[in-house]
């Protein structure tokens, strides 16, 4: 499961993301987002899509993600 950022709370929420759901949260287009994901797949970030269309990441993915938060919030 991807954990993501609620905006309006700042809370987080960690029901399952689904593509069209994280093209809808950050007003992409479903080609920008299939792009993306594309990308996060080729750099090991993220499981190939399945037919649930659930976005499930990688042990690699989580801790580059949690790096990442790290050094963004430091």
């Given amino acids: 499961k991807i954990c993501w950022s609620s905006s309006a709370a ?3 929420n960690s029901s399952p993301l689904s593509s069209s759901r994280l093209c809808e949260k950050f007003q992409l287009s479903r080609r920008e987002c299939t792009y ?3 990308k996060m797949l080729e750099c ?3 499981f190939p899509l399945e037919n649930t269309d659930e976005i499930r990441l990688t ?3 989580i801790a580059r993600g949690e790096e990442l938060g790290y050094r963004h919030e430091t």
């Fill in 10 to 12: 700042g809370e987080k």
């Fill in 36 to 38: 993306y994901l594309k």
């Fill in 44 to 46: 090991g970030y993220i």
């Fill in 59 to 61: 042990s690699f993915g």
